[in-house]
């Protein structure tokens, strides 16, 4: 079984249930009366987490080796990927904190919101440079 592509399968998964999570939670702010938005947030921002921290251990274990043009992008875009899995990790507990004690409506929660959105920034510059060692090292050198 070819497993280079356990990396490629898992990373859509944290991009999407976190970016999702995030609008959930922001428009949560706005909409005060709606509970379940806050509620649909937590939960994405936890299957997010869970999915980076696949994310970050498919593409420590299950990718090629880096060499040429893609080294600087690829330690970047691991840089960037563990710092994303650190911030949702500690959002997350933190969260869980917040909902378990019932402190949720606290001025704790613009902490997670912070998190939140350090999260959405730096899973996006993973992306990006994720896709840039994919589209513009590699598919160009073939």
Not at 25 to 38: G, N, R
Request: hydrophobic fraction near 55%; aromatic fraction near 10%; glycine fraction near 8%.
């Amino acid at each position: 079984m070819n497993t280079q592509i356990f990396h490629p399968m898992i990373v859509h998964f944290p991009i999407a249930l976190v970016l999702v999570g995030f609008l959930a939670d922001t428009l949560s702010i706005f909409i005060k009366k709606e509970q379940c938005l806050s509620k649909i947030g937590l939960y994405l921002m936890v299957l997010g987490t869970l999915g980076a921290i696949a994310a970050v251990i498919t593409g420590e274990y299950f990718t090629n080796k880096v060499e040429g043009d893609a080294l600087p992008l690829k330690e970047i875009h691991e840089l960037f990927g563990k710092i994303t899995m650190i911030i949702l990790i500690l959002a997350s507990v933190l969260r869980i904190y917040l909902v378990v004690k019932k402190k949720e409506n606290t001025s704790l929660k613009w902490i997670v919101y912070i998190l939140f959105i350090c999260a959405v920034i730096t899973i996006a510059i993973t992306g990006y440079k994720g896709g840039s060692i994919v589209y513009d090292v590699w598919l160009s050198a073939n």
